[in-house]
């Protein structure tokens, strides 16, 4: 018992020394990111960001979804509803989107596969299994593609009714 409160304290102090700089080659998530300081006010260069002082680029692709948000309504229990959401590159290059993620596994997004070129359509389907759910739902779909910034969100929203009563849940 002594042994494991000497290790644990051990771990929390070298885990909250800040002081520390980080070592060059460092591995792991940051290593992209470069760190510039200013002993007071340490920045982290995340390449996956557009700073202030960094134009857009003016040439990048553009999603404009039609609508960004789709309630279902009253949706049944145990049942599957699907909502396509379409978008247009309203950009000056064509769009790739590289991934969807959603903010649930209940929630499934499929969508185009191929470049969508400037002034073309796309489409993003969203499926909705309400097994096992009750109640208010809302779930986002993080659309990650060669825009800026490079993720857009969509959203689904809906009420699966209560299985017993095939009516409302009452909140």
């Avoid at 299994?129 to 593609?145: E, F, H, L, N, T």
């Avoid at 857009?152 to 009516?167: E, R, Y």
Wanted: glycine share 6%; aromatic share 4%.
């Amino acid at each position: 018992m002594k042994y494991q409160i000497l290790l644990v304290a051990a771990l929390l102090l070298t885990a909250c020394n800040r002081d520390k700089a980080p070592e060059a080659g460092a591995e792991g998530l940051n290593a992209a990111a470069t760190v510039v300081s200013d002993a007071a006010n340490p920045v982290v260069d995340n390449p996956n960001v557009v700073s202030e002082n960094e134009l857009p680029n003016p040439n990048a692709p553009v999603m404009k979804f039609a609508e960004a948000e789709f309630d279902f309504g009253d949706i049944k229990p145990d049942s599957k509803v699907r909502h396509t959401f379409t978008f247009v590159n309203t950009g000056k290059s064509p769009l790739l989107i590289e991934d969807a993620t959603a903010s649930c596994g209940c929630t499934t997004p499929s969508w185009t596969k191929e470049p969508v070129a400037p002034g073309a359509s796309g489409k993003m389907e969203v499926q909705f299994d309400s097994r096992g759910k009750q109640g208010i739902i809302s779930k986002q779909v993080a659309v990650r593609a060669n825009t800026q910034p490079g993720i857009t969100t969509i959203l689904i929203k809906g009420n699966v009714l209560d299985a017993a009563t095939k009516t409302t849940n009452p909140l």
